[in-house]
């Protein structure tokens, strides 16, 4: 109990840093924010009153403060470009982006859970040579790249979607998935062939245990060894890697709505960019940042439950 906490005071204390310095780096940029909104012929007296009415006349750090407790009442800040509340304006993107992130992470663990154990017990075979190279083609290509291909073949010729249309899954789930369902394998087949070939070292390095042998003395089979012994040890690299794998799945999802042409963050980041408008852009910065942090803390308490053997309470 003692390590989860320590490792909960340093989850909160990376958050802080993060936070900070998200914020600090849209500071020192050069540029004022309200030219961009009232135009370079706005006259001196506009612009001061529109800093102060931003806040943006008061010390950084005391924008700071206001601008992080405001995160604790769910009040992220005003958008330059849309005059609108951050967490309005964030919104419907995120919802977006959470579907593509989720599918894209569901689809990982489908395809490479399964194909990962069946190379491994039925290793050197002719399906395991010939997935093995397939996997180490899928593995090299870009999801961006991907994208493109998909676009073009399920959209341009075999017409099963629009390029560049999007269907909100409030107005029909089944047009929406079909939508939806092209980007998240986009993103997601490049991570599980990742997850594949490691999933397989993992087992076949097990396979060479003590206790394998042990078992096959004891009259049990491959499979049964695989089952109810070796997929627990050999699954924890694997965890860990899917801990880093959905940190970059949210990643390429921001990517691959651009190939795509989703509503998500990932658009709303990048004209947020050109825009200047840097409490929409550092509210995302956080958020992805804390992702990251969050997961792999989850992942590193998680192991207790999986392997008796790590000893978390020390």
């Given at each position: 109990m003692r390590y989860v906490l320590k490792k909960l005071a340093l989850l909160l204390l990376t958050l802080l840093i993060i936070s900070l310095l998200a914020f600090l780096a849209f500071q020192v940029i050069p540029g004022d924010p309200t030219t961009k909104m009232l135009g370079s012929e706005?006259?001196?007296?506009?612009?001061?009153?529109?800093?102060?009415?931003?806040?943006?006349?008061?010390?950084?750090?005391?924008?700071?403060?206001?601008?992080?407790?405001?995160?604790?009442?769910g009040e992220l800040g005003l958008s330059y470009s849309y005059f609108q509340p951050v967490e309005t304006v964030l919104s419907g993107?995120?919802?977006?982006?959470?579907?593509?992130?989720?599918?894209?992470?569901?689809?990982?663990i489908v395809l490479a859970l399964p194909v990962g154990v069946l190379l491994a017990r039925f290793e050197g075979g002719p399906v395991d040579k010939a997935m093995t190279v397939l996997n180490q083609i899928v593995m090299s290509v870009p999801a961006f790249f991907i994208g493109i291909l998909f676009t073009y073949l399920f959209g341009l010729?075999?017409?099963w979607f629009?390029?560049?249309?999007?269907?909100?899954?409030?107005?029909?789930?089944?047009?929406?998935?079909?939508?939806?369902?092209?980007?998240?394998?986009a993103v997601a087949l490049p991570k599980a062939a990742m997850c594949v070939k490691l999933l397989r070292?993992?087992?076949?390095?097990?396979?060479?245990?003590?206790?394998?042998r042990t078992g096959?003395?004891?009259?049990?089979?491959?499979g049964s060894v695989l089952r109810h012994h070796v997929l627990r040890n050999a699954v924890i690299p694997t965890i860990t890697f899917l801990a880093v794998t959905l940190a970059d799945i949210v990643a390429g999802s921001?990517?691959?709505?651009?190939?795509?042409?989703l509503p998500g963050i990932g658009r709303l980041l990048l004209l947020s960019i050109s825009n200047r408008d840097f409490p929409v852009v550092q509210v995302i910065v956080v958020l992805i940042a804390s992702l990251v942090?969050?997961?792999?803390?989850?992942?590193?308490?998680?192991?207790?439950?999986?392997?008796p053997r790590i000893r978390l309470d020390r």
């Open positions: 706005a006259t001196p007296e506009r612009v001061a009153a529109l800093r102060a009415e931003l806040g943006l006349d008061q010390p950084v750090l005391a924008r700071y403060w206001h601008w992080l407790t405001g995160c604790f009442k993107k995120i919802q977006v982006t959470a579907w593509l992130s989720g599918l894209a992470f569901l689809l990982v010729v075999l017409r629009v390029p560049g249309g999007y269907v909100s899954w409030r107005a029909d789930m089944g047009a929406f998935l079909r939508y939806m369902i092209f980007p998240a394998l070292s993992s087992i076949l390095q097990e396979l060479d245990q003590d206790y394998v096959y003395s004891r009259g049990r089979s491959r921001i990517i691959i709505e651009q190939v795509f042409s942090v969050i997961i792999n803390f989850l992942a590193d308490i998680s192991y207790q439950y999986i392997d």
